[in-house]
């Protein structure tokens, strides 16, 4: 199995330009979630999809910020217009269905730098 | 809200000396807990994970323990060596739900 793939690797834009990072979990996996990592904040859960239905998006920090998981095998995090307060590494993971050790899975994860 | 905290921060060993990292939590209505190990700018590695119903877990020289009562787990590691050198996340999950996770202890193992 090749793991959770996530694209770009890395993304460097200037402010106000539009983002889309990438994500394609594991097979057979049903549950899809979106962290972000700062040095300030650690690591912190922005949305999170089961069965390709957004189930909690509390952590969007705003409306600049946007999810899709079309189906259940990618889905996209959208930031439009991005703002240098953005940068940080964004982070995919997955997690298997059923009443299993629901141990997730995540990306090598997307450095943003925003200028 | 679940709470996870991670002590020391930071720490720096010799070579061949055992340590142990320290996690709490504070709501112990947890459903799994995992311990990750981090990379300077990579992703996270799954090093363990434990299931509420159990009290511990090892993989080679690591042992990580919880105690879900008390809202604790502990990670081990046996005869640290340099390439041991990492920041070491805990994270708890509250069933097929987001991980909440610890600030990481930054480990340093000097040669």
């Known amino acids: 199995d090749a793991g959770v793939i996530q694209s770009p690797r890395h993304e460097v834009t200037e402010m106000g330009q539009e983002v889309t990072l990438r994500c394609k979990p594991i097979?057979?996996?049903?549950?899809l979630f979106w962290y972000r990592q700062t040095m300030m904040r650690g690591l912190e859960l922005l949305i999170y999809?089961?069965?390709?239905?957004?189930?909690?998006d509390s952590g969007m920090p705003e409306d600049r910020f946007s999810a899709k998981m079309p189906n259940a095998s990618f889905s996209t995090l959208k930031i439009q217009p991005s703002e240098p307060r953005d940068s940080a590494v964004y982070f995919c993971?997955?997690?298997?269905?059923?009443?299993?050790?629901?141990?997730?899975?995540f990306g090598p994860g997307t450095r943003l730098t925003v200028t | 809200k679940q709470e996870v905290t991670q002590i020391p921060a930071a720490l720096s060993v010799p070579e061949g000396e055992n340590l142990v990292l320290n996690c709490s939590f504070t709501?112990?209505?947890?459903?799994?807990l995992q311990w990750f190990r981090q990379d300077p700018g990579k992703g996270l590695t799954s090093l363990l994970l434990?299931?509420?119903?159990?009290r511990e877990q090892t993989s080679g020289r690591l042992n990580a323990s919880l105690d879900k009562s008390s809202g604790r787990s502990t990670l081990y590691i046996a005869a640290s060596q340099p390439g041991d050198s990492a920041t070491y996340l805990c994270?708890?999950?509250?069933?097929?739900?987001?991980?909440?996770f610890g600030k990481g202890t930054r480990l340093s193992v000097i040669a």
């Open positions: 993971a997955s997690s298997p269905p059923g009443q299993g050790s629901y141990e997730q899975y």
């Open positions: 097979s057979g996996h049903n549950s």
């Open positions: 999809f089961n069965n390709n239905v957004p189930i909690d």
């Open positions: 709501d112990s209505a947890i459903y799994n």
């Open positions: 434990i299931q509420s119903s159990q």
């Open positions: 994270a708890v999950g509250m069933g097929n739900t987001p991980l909440v």
